[in-house]
């Protein structure tokens, strides 16, 4: 399998703060890599300077064999990058199907489009009209999937797709991963939720304070391993 991303040495600060500092990783065409960690550890950063929301201090992003760590964000979407943002980000006034249609504004040719969301996700059919400011945590989430995916992205980045939902609504999102890279995408999602991870995952990456403490495979990983490096344990 081909590498989609690289990650060689990713250092981000927040002014005169350093974020995240050393990661290094990549993800092959079709794998689920999940990024785990405490709050704080910088799961969210680490979307954002992949997405091209931050710019890195240090170190290199490459998508493809390109370095693309200069590029702004718009121009990683045209590329094949597609973020979910934690907290869903919709635009309340918009309906399902408006939200639904910015994903095309800058995204690529493909074959998904509001029917293909719809069948990815049948409990929109009946909300598409209905402004996302009146919808459900559950039902925004899948919107804000659906918005990522209007994209046709080759990367789809995934932040915290299941804080604050029901594990019902929890299992419904996660059990469309499949089907999502099926249709040609490589995803990798930042999870708090260490079991949630681990069940989807074909590697992991833990990060502690804003450094990679762990990474491999669930099945060459001790759970024993993957909690203390979670919590810092053997740091402590």
């Known amino acids: 399998m081909s590498v989609v991303l690289s990650v060689r040495d990713l250092s981000v600060d927040y002014g005169q703060l350093r974020a995240l500092s050393g990661i290094t990783f990549e993800l092959r065409r079709g794998q689920t890599l999940a990024v785990i960690g405490a709050n704080g550890a910088g799961k969210s950063?680490?979307?954002?300077?992949?997405?091209?929301?931050?710019?890195?201090?240090?170190?290199s992003v490459g998508f493809n064999g390109r370095d693309i760590s200069a590029l702004p964000a718009f121009v990683r979407v045209g590329l094949g990058i597609a973020l979910v943002p934690e907290g869903r980000r919709l635009f309340?006034?918009?309906?399902?199907?408006?939200?639904?249609?910015?994903?095309q504004q800058r995204g690529r040719s493909g074959g998904w489009d509001i029917a293909a969301v719809v069948e990815l996700f049948p409990l929109?059919?009946?909300?598409?009209?209905?402004?996302?400011?009146?919808?459900?945590?559950?039902?925004?989430?899948?919107?804000?999937i659906?918005?990522?995916?209007?994209g046709n992205p080759e990367l789809l980045?995934?932040?915290?797709?299941?804080?604050?939902?029901a594990p019902v609504l929890v299992e419904?999102?996660?059990?469309?991963?499949p089907r999502i890279q099926a249709a040609g995408a490589t995803v990798l999602i930042v999870e708090q939720d260490v079991g949630q991870a681990l069940a989807v995952a074909d590697e992991v990456v833990t990060l502690l304070e804003g450094r990679q403490v762990l990474h491999g495979a669930p099945s060459q990983l001790r759970r024993e391993d993957i909690i203390d490096a979670y919590f810092g344990a053997r740091a402590a």
């Open 146 to 150: 659906g918005r990522a995916l209007m």
């Open 157 to 165: 980045l995934l932040d915290e797709v299941s804080l604050g939902l």
């Open 92 to 103: 309340a006034s918009l309906t399902a199907r408006e939200n639904l249609l910015t994903g």
């Open 172 to 177: 419904q999102l996660y059990a469309a991963l």
């Open 124 to 144: 929109l059919e009946a909300l598409l009209d209905r402004p996302s400011g009146r919808l459900s945590g559950g039902e925004q989430q899948a919107v804000a």
């Open 45 to 59: 950063t680490l979307l954002g300077a992949l997405a091209g929301l931050w710019a890195p201090a240090e170190g």
